[in-house]
């Protein structure tokens, strides 16, 4: 795997995910064109050698294949997704066409390879067991589900008619240093005194460092076994949430811990989901439910097809957050 002399593009640049990734193929000798809707956004990634911020949005076809051309690799990273995000009509524009736009500008560049962003989430949250690459999705009405899954589609289609080399990274809940969610906001409820948590928190939570992450998609995407291939990056075996939980509880010096008991909360927000949606449980209740699971995303296509398994145990990359925490004014 050497990048060296190679020419990425990398979408969602200025991200979490794609902000590590960038920096981390311009330190492997790679010319990287990082694509920044918004250059203020890019401001951690100035000065960097081998790296080139350019501007652009992944809905616009012509100017995805104006960046794609002279490429050898293509990271696709650029989503839409939170709160914010908007509904399914909006989320489509962007992680569907936009997939689309970047699927085939890649095509006309002719790169090596294209690697998809996907995420376990791809699979919905109604699975009772643990979950490989090859288990069919189950129904949601969650947009980003969604939208990634006819994001999967697109990619394939563009292999199917038009030969293009992907690879598909389907990722767990990423944190690490620059997390806004899986550290900053975890964080947060981790310091409380005390932490609140729905049940017992022994069901499995799935977090990935971010550096685990970037290193599985840089294998993607020289590994000739990735061609055609989708694979899950999650912790096996999966931790708890009380132990995701209280790697951060440690960091902030709390030991306390409220559990609020499953079963009524659980009653309560299923009667609710009748009155909201008689037809199908509404898909915040789906998420309630999956976090009280007890499954695992398996790594063992991974381990088998490309030799990688996720390096970094949970308390050295809940240890390797301090520092940021503490820049952020969060961790004294």
Same mark, same amino acid.
């Given at each position: 795997m050497n990048f060296a002399g190679k020419t990425a593009l990398v979408t969602g640049a200025t991200g979490f995910l794609g902000g590590a990734l960038t920096l981390r193929l311009a330190d492997e000798g790679a010319h990287v064109r990082a694509l920044a809707r918004s250059p203020e956004k890019g401001a951690f !990634?100035?000065?960097?050698?081998?790296?080139?911020?350019?501007?652009?949005?992944?809905? &616009?076809? &012509?100017?995805?294949?104006?960046?794609? #051309?002279?490429?050898d690799y293509v990271f696709h990273v650029a989503a839409m997704l939170g709160a914010n995000a908007g509904g399914l009509k909006t989320m489509r524009v962007v992680n569907v066409q936009g997939t689309s736009n970047v699927a085939n500008a890649a095509v006309d560049a002719?790169?090596?390879? =294209?690697?998809?962003?996907?995420? =376990?989430?791809?699979?919905?949250?109604?699975?009772?067991?643990? *979950?490989?690459?090859?288990? /069919?999705?189950? /129904?949601?009405? &969650? /947009?980003y *589900? =969604?939208?990634?899954?006819?994001? +999967?589609?697109? *990619?394939?289609?563009? +292999?199917?008619?038009?030969? !293009?080399?992907?690879?598909? =990274?389907r990722p767990g809940m990423i944190y690490g240093p620059r997390s806004g969610m899986w550290t900053g906001n975890v964080y947060r409820l981790a310091r409380l005194r005390s932490t609140i948590w729905l049940g017992k928190g022994d069901g499995f939570a799935h977090p990935i460092h971010i550096d685990d992450v970037v290193q599985q998609m840089l294998i993607q995407a020289a590994h000739p076994a990735a061609h055609k291939q989708a694979f899950n990056s999650s912790p096996d075996p999966a931790p708890t949430w009380r132990e995701f939980l209280g790697s951060y509880q440690r960091l902030a010096g709390n030991q306390r811990w409220l559990s609020i008991p499953y079963a009524p909360v659980n009653a309560v927000a299923s009667a609710v989901g009748n009155l909201v949606s008689r037809s199908n449980d509404p898909m915040w209740l789906d998420f309630i439910r999956f976090t009280q699971r007890r499954i695992t995303y398996k790594m063992t296509k991974a381990r088998e097809l490309l030799g990688w398994q996720p390096q970094i145990d949970l308390e050295s990359?809940? #240890?390797s957050c301090a520092a940021w925490l503490r820049q952020e004014g969060l961790l004294a």
């Open positions: !990634l100035r000065g960097c050698t081998n790296l080139e911020i350019v501007t652009g949005d992944v809905t &616009d076809a &012509d100017r995805m294949r104006e960046l794609a #051309n002279g490429c002719g790169v090596e390879r =294209i690697v998809f962003v996907s995420s =376990i989430a791809y699979y919905g949250y109604r699975h009772t067991q643990d *979950v490989t690459e090859n288990m /069919p999705w189950t /129904p949601s009405r &969650d /947009p *589900v =969604i939208t990634k899954r006819e994001g +999967e589609c697109v *990619v394939r289609e563009a +292999e199917n008619e038009r030969g !293009l080399s992907y690879s598909i =990274i990359g809940i #240890n």
